[in-house]
């Protein structure tokens, strides 16, 4: 039975766990039908260190760079219309793999030229995270992101972070206006 995460709760990983080393993470939506142009939505990964910064931007994992080079976070893919059951796209960690200097993988959804299609959050609904352990294809944790947004156009789902050489899950749910943009400078990415 998998974990259910309010916003702003935190939860071990590894700690009761030390074994764990594949992880997925599943992030899935559904779009409001009636709202006429299509979505697109993106996963990003953002692996920062102690200060929230990624110390480069290979550290920023999405659609168009979809493997860290450490081989510790991997992409599976875009998926244009968020249509189907089930996770809507997908992220492969291995914990093993991490570099010393990070110690934050942030996993974040934004909605592709949202701007142009005047499109926001409002607009999305049952959007969740999911954390499973890979070997055993057990899930670990799920967190439903609610429909507190209205006008953002980019959220922050959840976070993995380090915490006395243990890996933990927070539940960060929290929206940004100014789309995948706003959330490079968050962590630090310079954005052309």
């Given at each position: 039975?998998?974990i259910?995460?309010?916003?702003?709760q935190?939860?071990d990983?590894?700690?009761?766990?030390?074994?764990?080393?594949?992880?997925m993470?599943?992030?899935?939506?559904?779009?409001?039908?009636?709202?006429?142009?299509?979505?697109?939505?993106?996963?990003?990964?953002?692996?920062?260190?102690?200060?929230g910064?990624?110390?480069?931007?290979?550290?920023?994992i999405?659609y168009?760079?979809?493997?860290?080079?450490?081989?510790?976070?991997?992409?599976?893919?875009?998926?244009?219309?968020?249509?189907?059951?089930g996770?809507?796209?997908?992220i492969?960690?291995?914990?093993?793999?991490?570099?010393?200097?990070?110690?934050?993988?942030?996993f974040?959804?934004?909605?592709?030229?949202?701007?142009?299609r005047?499109?926001?959050?409002?607009?999305?609904?049952?959007a969740?995270?999911?954390?499973?352990d890979?070997?055993?294809?057990?899930?670990?944790?799920?967190?439903?992101?609610?429909?507190?947004?209205?006008?953002?156009t980019?959220?922050?789902?959840?976070?993995?972070?380090?915490?006395?050489?243990n890996?933990?899950?927070n539940?960060?749910?929290?929206?940004?206006?100014?789309?995948?943009?706003?959330?490079?400078?968050?962590?630090?990415i310079?954005?052309a």
């Amino acid at each position: 039975m998998p974990i259910n995460l309010s916003k702003g709760q935190k939860v071990d990983l590894t700690k009761g766990n030390p074994s764990l080393k594949n992880v997925m993470v599943g992030l899935g939506w559904d779009v409001n039908a009636f709202d006429g142009a299509d979505f697109d939505l993106d996963a990003s990964v953002f692996m920062a260190g102690d200060n929230g910064k990624c110390p480069t931007e290979k550290e920023f994992i999405f659609y168009g760079n979809l493997e860290h080079a450490s081989g510790a976070v991997k992409h599976m893919g875009d998926n244009r219309t968020g249509a189907g059951e089930g996770d809507d796209e997908q992220i492969l960690i291995d914990l093993t793999k991490i570099p010393a200097n990070i110690s934050k993988i942030a996993f974040t959804v934004t909605i592709y030229d949202s701007e142009a299609r005047k499109q926001n959050f409002g607009q999305v609904s049952n959007a969740y995270i999911r954390i499973v352990d890979e070997d055993t294809q057990t899930e670990l944790i799920h967190y439903d992101l609610g429909e507190d947004f209205s006008i953002e156009t980019a959220i922050v789902a959840g976070e993995l972070y380090k915490h006395n050489g243990n890996w933990k899950f927070n539940a960060i749910g929290s929206g940004f206006q100014g789309g995948l943009a706003a959330l490079c400078g968050h962590y630090g990415i310079e954005v052309a």
